[in-house]
Each structure stands twice: as structure tokens, then as C-alpha cells.
């Protein structure tokens, strides 16, 4: 079962991670060279039909994983082994990025404009940053985890 799992953690860690990707490096430049937030409304209404139930596959199979890997979820908040510091790692960059993200689409995004584009810039270029911290976490795995 971990397999299958874990490929499905694997596509969606692709959709979240590869989509930022693109909005930070393609959407968000044209976006502030036009200084117009259209581009990025265009491309959030068309992504988060994707983007969401990627991150949400994430965290899902992600939390199964978790506790094939280290059963008591207890000591994911302890991080004394290689593992549980990769969970706690992991945990944390997810605590930051729906806080960014709440932010983003609660304060930021309905009242987008020309004059608050730069604000938002900050929220793409942050989550893009944590999406990549993802990825690179998830490679730690394969090795054992994080060790100091």
C-alpha cells in the first residue's frame, strides 16, 4: 500500500509545487511588469481547481506516511531521530504555508490591485519558497531523514 501512497503524494507534490513554480516564474513577473493583478486572478481561478485537492492529497497520504514511519505521532513533536525531525520539518513548512496562504486568500486577494500587487508578490514568492522546502524535506526521507 506505501507505494501507491506515496506515488500519489509524489503527482500531487508535482501539481502544488510545479504550479507555484509557474506562477512565481512566468504569471507573477508579467503581472508586475503590467502592474495588473489580472494575470494572477486568471491564474489562481484556473489553478485552484488543481492546486487545492493537490495540497490536499498532500497532507493526507503526507500524515499516512508519517505514521507508517514513526507510529507515535507523540514524537513527532519531539524530534530526536533523523525521521521525526524530517516529520517535524515537514509539519512545520505545512503550519506556515496555510497561514501564508489563509492570508493570502482572506486578506490579499479580494482586495487585489495594482497598488497591493507587490504585497502579493511576497505571498507567491513565500509559498513557492515552503513548497520547495517540501520537496526537499520529502528527499531526506529517502535518506533516512534529517540528521544533525
Not at 520529502?138 to 540528521?147: E, H, S, T, V
Amino acid at each position: 500500500m506505501y507505494p501507491y501512497v506515496f506515488a500519489l503524494h509524489l503527482l500531487a507534490a508535482t501539481v502544488w509545487t510545479g504550479g507555484h513554480l509557474v506562477l512565481a516564474f512566468t504569471v507573477l513577473p508579467r503581472a508586475l511588469r503590467q502592474r495588473s493583478p489580472q494575470a494572477l486572478l486568471d491564474f489562481e481561478q484556473g489553478y485552484e481547481h488543481v492546486g487545492m485537492p493537490a495540497l490536499i492529497i498532500q497532507v493526507a497520504t503526507g500524515l499516512w506516511m508519517a505514521l507508517q514511519l514513526v507510529p507515535d505521532w507523540g514524537q513527532w513533536f519531539s524530534p530526536d531521530a533523523p525521521l521525526e525531525r524530517a516529520v517535524s520539518l515537514k509539519l512545520a513548512l505545512l503550519a506556515a504555508t496555510l497561514l501564508v496562504a489563509a492570508h493570502a486568500r482572506l486578506r490579499v486577494i479580494p482586495t487585489l490591485s495594482a497598488r497591493t500587487l507587490p504585497l502579493m508578490a511576497w505571498h507567491v514568492a513565500a509559498v513557492t519558497l515552503l513548497s520547495v522546502g517540501f520537496v526537499l524535506t520529502g528527499i531526506a526521507f529517502r535518506y533516512g531523514g534529517l540528521g544533525m
